[in-house]
């Protein structure tokens, strides 16, 4: 053994310790991918697996993406499934439009969902209305998708949340993700969808690595559009989200279980259409609920959600009336201190959690 080289032995051991499967959670065993490789992943699988399937968008081809999220797929795919189109949101969105009126698959990259601004009669009036206009006989299956919500120092006009805006809007899907294994299965379910899905992403969250299950690692990975999941269980109050505001819940409801509440997160997943069957099942178990979210208050998803529990049996299973935590009613600002008191902070969360469970 004293022949046997140092350097061969520690080679042997890091192979050893990288290949290890002696006990450990799924959480440390499963894979780790960033939001942007996930739905990188799921582009070029669903552009792989249906010739109709083309991407479309500002830089979306050449540059890669704006933010890398279509990186590698021009020079696979080539100028025909992978197009960069001119700066004109009304433009490339009502082509797309048509291109899916015709039966193609288009998914329509908008560069950050404030840009879509300039599309939403294309969104709202020629994609989400066209199948009950024509009576069932024209679908439009296809995909906007791109940033959305709160970034960094972008200020007022890049810096909104359009969740509630699409989501008021019969004819559309909107589907918001928040973790890795959300933005793959999520995005290739809203692909193969026959009607149209707006798939709201976070610029935050793009580089940000979670766990992929060996499940969420296969080509055939699907998760339903429609259907929440509880991130966390618990049992004191019921912690609502999507998308980053998801973080801020799970962060908040580690803070809280060393004060001895176990509160249960649900992330949304999708905002339209609702999951409040999960949601209901929540309360009904810990007979409280907080609404968190980014976006404005005023018609937000949190007024949804806690309308629908006001108007359902769920009320009668709260002990206290529900409340929410969203985004202060103010254009986003500039500077970076007043950035942060806009957005609600896993302290918000714990503060507001404390008042309802009318502990200290």
């Not at 795919?77 to 025909?80: L, N, V």
């Given at each position: 053994m004293a022949s046997v080289k140092p350097f061969l032995i520690q080679k042997f051991a890091?192979?050893?310790v990288n290949n290890r499967?002696?006990?450990t959670s799924k959480c440390i065993a499963a894979k780790q991918m960033t939001v942007r490789d996930a739905l990188n992943s799921a582009l070029d699988e669903e552009l792989e697996r249906d010739e109709r399937v083309f991407l479309l968008g500002e830089e979306v081809a050449q540059y890669d993406g704006a933010y890398k999220v279509s990186r590698g797929l021009w020079k696979k795919?080539?100028?025909?499934r992978v197009i960069d189109t001119p700066i004109t949101e009304m433009g490339f969105a009502g082509l797309a439009v048509g291109a899916a009126m015709a039966g193609l698959r288009p998914i329509c990259e908008f560069m950050t969902f404030n840009f879509a601004m300039q599309a939403i009669d294309q969104v709202i009036n020629s994609a989400a209305k066209t199948f009950y206009m024509s009576a069932g006989r024209i679908?439009?299956?296809i995909v906007f998708r791109g940033p959305n919500g709160a970034a960094a120092g972008v200020a007022a006009q890049h810096s909104q949340c359009f969740a509630a805006w699409y989501a008021h809007c019969p004819g559309l899907k909107v589907v918001s993700p928040y973790n890795s294994e959300d933005a793959k299965g999520l995005l290739k379910s809203a692909?193969?969808?026959p009607d149209p899905v707006v798939f709201l992403e976070n610029e935050i969250l793009y580089g940000v690595q979670y766990p992929m299950s060996d499940q969420a690692l296969s080509k055939d990975f699907l998760l339903p559009l429609g259907k929440a999941k509880v991130e966390r269980p618990g049992k004191h109050i019921t912690l609502v989200a999507h998308s980053k505001a998801v973080e801020t819940c799970l962060e908040a409801a580690k803070e809280l279980a060393g004060k001895g509440i176990e509160a249960e997160v649900i992330n949304l997943r999708s905002i339209r259409p609702l999951d409040m069957t999960t949601i209901a099942a929540s309360v009904a178990k810990t007979n409280h609920l907080l609404s968190v979210e980014q976006g404005w208050?005023?018609?937000g998803v949190g007024a949804e959600i806690l309308a629908r529990v006001m108007e359902s049996e769920t009320f009668f299973h709260l002990d206290q009336p529900a409340i929410r935590l969203t985004g202060v009613d103010v254009p986003m600002p500039y500077a970076t201190s007043l950035e942060s008191a806009a957005l609600p902070k896993p302290s918000d969360v714990v503060e507001a959690t404390k008042k309802l469970l009318k502990v200290k």
């Open positions: 890091n192979k050893f499967a002696f006990s795919y080539g100028d025909k679908n439009v299956p692909i193969r969808d208050p005023t018609c």
